[in-house]
């Protein structure tokens, strides 16, 4: 029987990300919203993406957008700074880069009752590594504008590909950057501005029926297992607590407990996942008590478990 802790949530071989920056193109976010709606219901699959929020840039229609879209599941609002006008480059003072890292993920919290806002999205203009260390003190990571994931240390996080959507793409370009992804069984950061019907546009906007199209192809493949769509943090956390822990499995009073052993403490609210090669049902205990028989799948059992579980196979 082979136990051991999965790179990605769900067993999946990669992981994928939608990014979207400033958060307020009402149209827009709400036909994004429906291609998201539409995955769920043909696959099963829920898209979670993370949206940078403007904070200067809100109005009521929009919070009351955001709020439903984040409580329905579909969204994770990260922070795009209080007025996009700040150049995160050490040139800048560092108390104003200091202050709007602290005052736009506070005003987030306030405008979004319960989110933990901890991801920052780069607004325009220049940055380089050391502008972004006052960023370190209220956030996870960093998602740039044009370099991808960024901090002042060299960063692998199991080898991310970062892609930047652009309206003159074909929809060839998104699905084999997916596939890339997938086989390089690594993590897929796409870059959005938003999408757009238009044929001519300024911004890195997606063309609307592309991106319908490849929100279509991200679905098959994650109810193939082949990528886990997940947010912005909630990637990061779990591979960052992947990437600092250890299974542990040992044997007490005739049961199995395999143990997830995490070198610090900052990611420890994120299950991960643990693989059971297997063709016998296992019978899991929670609680001390009799809990729940699980069958494989392919020879297979995943379980996500945030610091222990006890099982014994049901022949046992």
């Given at each position: ?254 049961k199995l407990v395999a143990e997830i052993i995490t070198k610090n403490d900052a990611f420890l609210d994120t299950p991960l996942t643990i693989s059971i090669e297997t063709d ?37």
């Amino acid at each position: 029987m082979k136990i051991e802790l999965c790179k990605y949530k769900g067993g999946a071989d990669s992981a994928f990300t939608f990014t979207f920056d400033d958060g307020c193109y009402l149209e827009s976010s709400r036909e994004v919203l429906d291609n998201f709606i539409s995955v769920y219901q043909k696959y099963g699959v829920k898209i979670k993406a993370t949206v940078g929020i403007t904070v200067n840039f809100m109005h009521e229609a929009l919070i009351d957008f955001w709020k439903a879209s984040v409580k329905d599941g579909y969204f994770e609002i990260g922070s795009h700074s209080v007025g996009h006008d700040l150049s995160f480059s050490e040139s800048t003072p560092y108390e104003r880069r200091e202050g709007d890292a602290k005052s736009s993920q506070l005003l987030l919290k306030n405008m979004f009752k319960g989110e933990a806002v901890e991801t920052y999205i780069l607004p325009g203009g220049s940055y380089d590594q050391k502008g972004l260390l006052p960023l370190k003190d209220y956030y996870i990571a960093v998602r740039g504008n044009k370099d991808g994931i960024n901090y002042p240390e060299k960063i692998d996080w199991l080898d991310i590909k970062c892609f930047t959507a652009m309206l003159k793409r074909p929809l060839e370009d998104y699905t084999s950057y997916i596939d890339e992804v997938i086989k390089g069984g690594g993590w897929g950061v796409q870059m959005n501005h938003w999408i757009t019907h238009k044929s001519e546009d300024t911004f890195h906007s997606q063309g609307a029926y592309s991106f319908k199209d490849e929100c279509d192809y991200l679905g098959k493949k994650a109810q193939e297992g082949d990528v886990w769509v997940g947010s912005f943090a909630e990637v990061t956390k779990y591979i960052r607590r992947y990437e600092n822990s250890r299974l542990s499995v040992t044997e007490q009073n005739g049961k199995l407990v395999a143990e997830i052993i995490t070198k610090n403490d900052a990611f420890l609210d994120t299950p991960l996942t643990i693989s059971i090669e297997t063709d016998t049902p296992i019978i899991f205990y929670y609680n001390g008590g009799r809990g729940e028989e699980i069958e494989p799948i392919d020879g297979k059992i995943l379980v996500e478990v945030d610091d222990f579980v006890v099982f014994e196979p049901k022949n046992k």
